[in-house]
């Protein structure tokens, strides 16, 4: 008896006399003197078909085997005589694992996405998320063999952190003093030397700052984890917990950065077309018609390189009537970036050197003194898909920028240090997974594409 | 002009007339008319050597390239005439890119561990965690390829948490709320409805429970993300934020669970010998002399096992004298598991079947009543390393557990679901990624592989 997984028996090369496939019952059609059963395991989009008739011990108690159903079947496996599909099981036994009870929600009608949402532990099986979720798989291993091959180090970057990151306001506390009595100070403040870590301490924005010590010790890296954001803001996307890829390397420019990105999202890409054919079809068929072609858009054509002052002189003169006018020294709207890649260019477009103060501390200032060695890939459809920049390396530019920003020489001690020994030019992006997941699958909002999304409200799971 | 890094340029197969490679100096030895210049830009253990005489041109100001200072050297790829290395590169031009201050703290005597940790931001550089970090990189790796070669799906489990799993105190808490004035309920108690996600929030222990959502779903599955623990506990073995891999495969009993461990684990270590060659040999020589041997004793030989009531049976039998007597009903000591593995059996022992008073809720109960279906794996040197379990899939026997553990059944309504639709037999593991890079490379305290650890009064960087 072979034990083949759904995947393995669609993908047969021959017919088998003598084999066996667990999996849940998608639907079961009723005949007379026999019945199919859809099974399906998860391994991939399209269930095994399996024909139960009077031969079979167990047909006689078929109507047990309800949808979402646990089952076992044994048989042959043939040749199907029906359309759609190569294989089929000629069940000769047939087995109950788990049964499934008759308010099963994931019946053959068509759920809302918000309703899935609410059982986000039983959604995995429908069609579309257990495809979401496939591709989410593959393109994790993606962007680890990505790296990998090119010999990038990955590091693990902390959550928690007691530096609060240009202090940027919007990030979630981690405790363990008592809430409703901590110990204070004389002064009437809490006394966070109480505290697990004997200071405040914060879930991580970004594993950048981290990500360049080890820059400068193993050239080039990577970090690839969660990353969060307490944002009281309800869009399609965000989410307050989500993961991000950060790679950062040394003895890199700016020109070296923007073709590393390129290079991954076309790499990314690629490798979902090759290795997830069959749930990128669904896709395409039931989420986003267009999906083929803008993914075929990005792999197929060079990224147009143009300076941040050449695009907004562009867009100026475009005659394109905009909601938000766009002049020098504002970032780019979402309405901007899709008129550069979808009108103007109709390819991927990475918009570099920005104005100083519209970027962080951190970015390599360019010797104009107005703008930074920064980098945004513009993808059709999503807009802002990559973020990056070169680092500023030089010790002295790096504490005027500091002084700028009001930001302490004493909490970024670490940091600049990394400037006083062995200092190097390095540049890195960061690439948020999930939004790269709804541009590969189409899938509209984050929600979707995380197994258990953290938004406002909602931490259920 | 070629560009190589240090591990390509020290692999070279042929004398190559130019090339450029850019590094950090790790040492530098003056001789009347000449210098040599050791250079290592972390792709290797080993430096490559520079020869620097008064052909090039930045001979006389040789002084400059302190240790620790960022360097590119061009000239030529020559046999080297010198031990101990195959390539060397005979210097015609020398850069100094970033040269390091003399207070650079990484001078060549040696450092201790303890002020290693100190300098977190530079300890990369150094031989030892140059090493731990390529390993922990490949590492992680090999853990994908393991489970997505075998068709396993990646999934990201939720870090923030609504569930205190098992309630386990020792969780830190995740709030947006202001601590100093927190809003109240009329009662007095802290108002958590006004919080991020309206109500209180932990950072995860473990994955698992949201591991088997996906294993009903999509059959084999596999975390691995960050996990916390709020203890306040000073050990070499202990972190707060740890990495944690987790498979779960339905259809799957204790005996698949027990053969999937003993697979994992050695092709954990048999990748890391045959990729990491290089940096295992230094930690054999330098961390642990017994390594290798350790490492091949476990690869080489059959997992023994036994169950819990038959080790401790042997253990009683054994006339060994432990400091903490064994009973049939408490924990196995670090000591017993060190006498099975290494006195007894001499080899790695899975001890399955505990007594179901000291295991968690959810893991399935055995016939007899007294025992649960789980298993830890026990490896020389270390103890446990990986513990797992079937769990429990029917629903009655869960409700029962969940009532003597004095759980809620409203907090696990979805994990109750599991077992009303299509409940299936599965089964799991836990690995702490720490502790396995531990055991592969030697080093003995985990503050010493994690980039920057977090543990009580520590969280810099």
């Known amino acids: 008896m072979k034990k083949l997984n759904v995947k393995a028996a669609l993908g047969a090369t021959s017919a088998e006399e003598s084999v066996k496939v667990s999996g849940w019952v998608r639907t079961r059609r009723d005949a007379k003197g026999f019945s199919f059963l859809e099974i399906n395991d998860g391994t991939c989009l399209a269930n095994l078909q399996a024909i139960v008739d009077e ?153 950048q700052l981290e990500a360049e010590i080890f820059a400068l010790s193993h050239s080039k890296v990577y970090t690839f984890g969660p990353t969060f954001r307490a944002e009281n803001s309800n869009t399609s996307r965000h989410a307050s917990e989500f993961w991000m ?53 990005v792999t197929e054509r060079p990224f147009e390189r143009l300076s941040y002052t050449e695009a907004v002189e562009l867009l100026e003169n475009s005659g394109e009537k905009f909601d938000f006018p766009i002049r020098y020294g504002a970032n780019l709207q979402s309405e901007h970036e899709r008129y550069l890649t979808e009108k103007h260019f109709k390819r991927p477009v990475t918009v570099y050197n920005y104005p100083k103060e519209i970027k962080p501390f951190y970015m390599r200032q360019n010797n104009d003194d107005k703008t930074v060695a920064a980098m945004d890939v513009l993808v059709p459809g999503i807009g802002e898909i990559i973020g990056g920049s070169q680092r500023e390396e030089r010790l002295d530019r790096l504490d005027a920028a500091m002084e700028h920003h009001e930001l302490s020489k004493e909490d970024y001690w670490w940091y600049r240090d990394l400037r006083r020994y062995g200092s190097a030019p390095h540049a890195g992006f960061g690439l948020g997974f999930e939004r790269m997941l709804m541009f590969v699958t189409g899938v509209g909002n984050i929600r979707d594409v995380i197994p258990f999304a953290r938004t406002p409200g909602n931490a259920e799971f």
Request: charged share 30%; aromatic share 12%; with cysteine.
């Open 245 to 297: 890829i950060e790679p950062e390397v040394a003895f890199c420019d700016l020109e070296g950065d923007m073709d590393l990105a390129e290079e991954f999202i076309k790499y990314l890409i690629s490798d979902i077309l090759e290795h997830c054919a069959g749930d990128l079809e669904m896709f395409g068929k039931f989420v986003d018609k267009g999906l083929h072609e803008r993914l075929r858009f």
């Open 55 to 207: 031969k079979c011990p167990e047909f006689g108690q078929i109507h047990e085997f309800t949808t979402g159903s646990a089952v076992c079947v044994q048989g042959a496996l043939v040749e199907s005589q029906g359309a759609g599909q190569a294989w089929e099981i000629q069940a000769s036994k047939l087995e109950l694992i788990g049964k499934a009870e008759d308010s099963y929600p994931l019946q053959k009608k068509r759920h809302s996405l918000e309703y899935l949402r609410e059982i986000a532990h039983l959604r995995p099986r429908a069609n579309l998320f257990g495809a979401v979720f496939r591709v989410r798989s593959r393109l994790a291993y993606a962007v680890h063999q990505f790296f990998q091959e090119r010999e990038f180090i990955y590091v693990h970057t902390p959550l928690i952190t007691a530096s609060d990151c240009e202090g940027a306001g919007e990030m979630f506390r981690v405790s363990t003093l008592d809430p409703k009595d901590p110990p204070r100070t004389e002064e009437g403040e809490i006394d966070y030397s109480k505290d697990f870590f004997e200071r405040p301490t914060y879930l991580t924005v970004s594993g």
